[in-house]
Nanobody, 123 residues
Framework: VQLQASGGGLVQAGDSLRLSCADS????????VGWFRQAPGKERDFVAT????????LYGDSAKDRFTISRDRSTNTVYLQMTGLTPEDTAVYYC?????????????????WGQGTQVTVSS
C-alpha cells in the first residue's frame, strides 16, 4: 500500500482546503482510511475515518461540523474537506489505511501511513 497525501498549504483563518489521499496501488479499497494530524510538539490526533464503502464515518472533536471525509472508490482516493480553518488546525495531516473495513479513532488500528501534508493557517 502506498498512500500519498496532498492538498495542504498556507491559508488564512476562515479559509477552506481539500486534502486528498491517493492509494496508487489500489490495495486499500476494502479497508477504512483515516486522517490524523500532528502539530509541533504534540501527539498525532485522530481527525476522521471512513469505512471501505463510505457507509461508516467517524469524526474527532476537532473536525465535527467543519470537516467532511469522503471517498471515491473509482479512483481509490479519500478526501478531507476542511472549512472554517483556524490557526489551531495548523499541523501535518496524515492519511492511513486501517487494518479492517471499519476504522476507529485509535492510531494502532491503522497499518499503512502516508507521508503527510502540511497545513498552515495564519490568523
Amino acid at each position: 500500500v502506498q498512500l500519498q497525501a496532498s492538498g495542504g498549504g498556507l491559508v488564512q483563518a476562515g479559509d477552506s482546503l481539500r486534502l486528498s489521499c491517493a492509494d496508487s496501488r489500489r490495495t486499500s479499497s476494502n479497508n477504512a482510511v483515516g486522517w490524523f494530524r500532528q502539530a509541533p510538539g504534540k501527539e498525532r490526533d485522530f481527525v476522521a475515518t471512513i469505512s471501505w464503502n463510505g457507509g461508516g464515518i467517524l469524526y474527532g472533536d476537532s473536525a465535527k461540523d467543519r470537516f467532511t471525509i469522503s471517498r471515491d472508490r473509482s479512483t481509490n482516493t479519500v478526501y478531507l474537506q476542511m472549512t472554517g480553518l483556524t490557526p489551531e488546525d495548523t499541523a501535518v495531516y496524515y492519511c492511513a489505511s486501517a487494518r479492517s473495513a471499519y476504522g476507529s479513532r485509535s492510531r494502532s488500528d491503522y497499518r499503512y501511513w502516508g507521508q503527510g501534508t502540511q497545513v498552515t493557517v495564519s490568523s
